[in-house]
């Protein structure tokens, strides 16, 4: 072979090398998105610890990234924008099902809804909400959805006997009642323990909804096989007798646990529901 094309070769060659080279020391930050289900602000103080925890264990940077509402966050994994993804359980059964998200681990805390109303307010029972405005987050999280099987279960129809109003937050549910707006509110138990004193002396838990399993990290299919594993890894040790004690006992998510057959099968229901608010067929 002529010396010339030798040298083109071998200079291709030490580019490419050079190319994986940088990449391996200097790889690309790892994505991590985080469901809309508190403000920017609060997503990111809660959740820097797993970040740094993540920075550490792969040697990598971590961005953590938002969306400004529910729809736009399930958009944004169909656009595989996220390397991981932490979201409710049954938006997480539809990536995996619509979009080949691979499972990676799930917070082991039981996820049920309280109906708070006012302390001292005439509401003593659910059969008290006939008539009444019941506030709950954005029509498609499963907090929302189990307050609303909740009401049913007692014969109450929006729109008939009772007056649903969808909100931007769990806080913003809250609130309304708290302030007067509303009369009753459904939003994450976990969410309601950690809410500032001055609104949570005002309220009382009614009653919780049904359990289905917490929120849980999906990965992308556009990641190796090799950072799948290393990242699923990684995210598993992370518990709450480990690395992960500070965070858990902190934001009372129980532990750190691995995602099952049976808890995605419990979440069928709620898949359908979500499709239909979604306007995706199934």
């Known amino acids: ?71 736009s966050y399930i958009e944004r994994a169909g656009q595989y924008q996220y390397d991981l993804y932490l979201t409710a359980p049954h938006i997480a059964a539809l990536v995996e099902h619509d979009y080949h998200y691979r499972r990676v681990s799930r917070l082991t805390r039981g996820l049920d809804g309280s109906i708070v109303v006012l302390k001292d307010g005439p509401i003593k029972s659910i059969d008290d909400l006939q008539n009444r405005v019941f506030t709950t987050p954005a029509d498609t999280a499963i907090t929302t959805m189990l307050g609303e099987k909740l009401l049913m279960d007692h014969h109450l129809y929006n729109g008939k006997n009772i007056t649903i109003q969808y909100t931007p937050s769990h806080n913003n549910a809250v609130i309304a009642v708290a302030t007067g707006k509303a009369d009753a509110a459904v939003t994450s138990a976990a969410v309601f323990e950690k809410m500032t004193p001055a609104i949570k002396d005002k309220l009382t838990i009614l009653t919780n909804t049904e359990t289905v399993p917490h929120m849980m990290f999906m990965a992308s299919p556009k990641l190796s096989e090799k950072d799948y594993k290393e990242l699923r890894q990684a995210m598993l040790e992370f518990t709450a007798a480990g690395p992960g004690k500070d965070f858990f006992e902190k934001s009372g998510y129980g532990d750190m646990g691995k995602i099952t057959d049976k808890e995605m099968q419990q979440l069928r229901p709620y898949v359908k529901m979500l499709q239909q608010r979604l306007k995706i067929s199934p």
Do not use: H
Request: charged share 15%.
């Open 1 to 71: 072979m002529k010396t010339w094309l030798w040298s083109i070769l071998i200079g291709c060659y030490l580019s490419i090398a050079a190319a994986d080279a940088a990449e391996q020391n200097n790889p690309a930050p790892l994505r991590v998105g985080l469901l809309p289900f508190l403000s920017t602000a609060k997503l990111l103080e809660d959740f820097t610890p797993i970040k740094s925890y993540l920075e550490n264990r792969l040697q990598r940077p971590v961005m953590l990234q938002t969306a400004p509402n529910f729809q």
